[in-house]
């Protein structure tokens, strides 16, 4: 069995706003006098994450001028990396467990936001649909992680704040957690802590234990890991259908 991948959305997940059009894009075209509506501001965002155009020609389209990178650059730093994060990051390390990033986003902003934190290092792989041309829920992008990756769904837990991408990925195998919350991992559990909807509940993900040998001296199929959701008091080991959600 091949050692899981964690795989991480951006927007909700790594970074902490959930909707970096409605929360940073809208609000930051208004301060230098876009007179487009949110939802042409919104359509373009999205033609230019599928990599139709470039990030300088989008703020363009927004009625930008001057020094595009500058704004660009300006722009970007209104980001903020989720609470957290750099925690669960030292424990994946810890534990040799790999982590992806699997987003829907601008390919310049993702490569800029990535450098500007320090992620190349800590993550080994980024599937950006400005990069490959599809946008979560398109099974597409999910496909091209796999490919890129050498993984299977069952092989990857993948972590989202948008239930439609989550339903997408439970459909194809992944192991499936909703997102935002705090994750870290203590004695060999991943555990995810739920802090928007629920606030006692908690997703877990246990390692395989190495099964014993049996008495003929072969070894069992290994344990298959499981996520278990546990809220508040409940059942130790309380086991989940895959991609199960409260």
């Not at 908690?202 to 014993?212: D, K, N, S």
């Amino acid at each position: 069995m091949r050692e899981t991948l964690v795989v991480l959305d951006a927007m909700g997940v790594i970074y902490a706003s959930q909707d970096d059009v409605a929360e940073l894009l809208i609000p930051y075209a208004r301060s230098f006098g876009c007179t487009l509506s949110n939802r042409e501001i919104e359509d373009l965002y999205l033609e230019c994450s599928l990599g139709k155009f470039s990030s300088l020609a989008l703020w363009q389209s927004l009625g930008a001028g001057g020094d595009l990178h500058a704004l660009e650059e300006d722009y970007l730093n209104g980001h903020r990396l989720s609470e957290g994060l750099a925690d669960f990051l030292g424990a994946m390390d810890a534990h040799n467990l790999q982590v992806a990033c699997l987003s829907n986003d601008v390919a310049e902003w993702a490569l800029s936001l990535r450098r500007r934190f320090g992620l190349n290092q800590r993550l080994t792989h980024w599937t950006i649909s400005g990069n490959v041309g599809a946008r979560k829920p398109d099974p597409a992008i999910y496909k091209h992680l796999l490919s890129a990756t050498g993984r299977e769904p069952e092989d990857s837990i993948f972590v989202d704040d948008r239930v439609r991408n989550i339903d997408i990925a439970r459909d194809m195998g992944f192991k499936t957690v909703l997102s935002p919350g705090i994750v870290t991992i203590i004695d060999d559990t991943l555990w995810h802590r739920h802090s928007r909807n629920c606030r006692n509940a908690f997703w877990v993900w246990r390692r395989p234990e190495r099964p014993p040998l049996a008495s003929s001296g072969a070894r069992p199929s290994p344990a298959i890991p499981t996520l278990s959701l546990n809220r508040g008091t409940a059942p130790e080991n309380l086991p989940v259908r895959n991609g199960d959600r409260w």
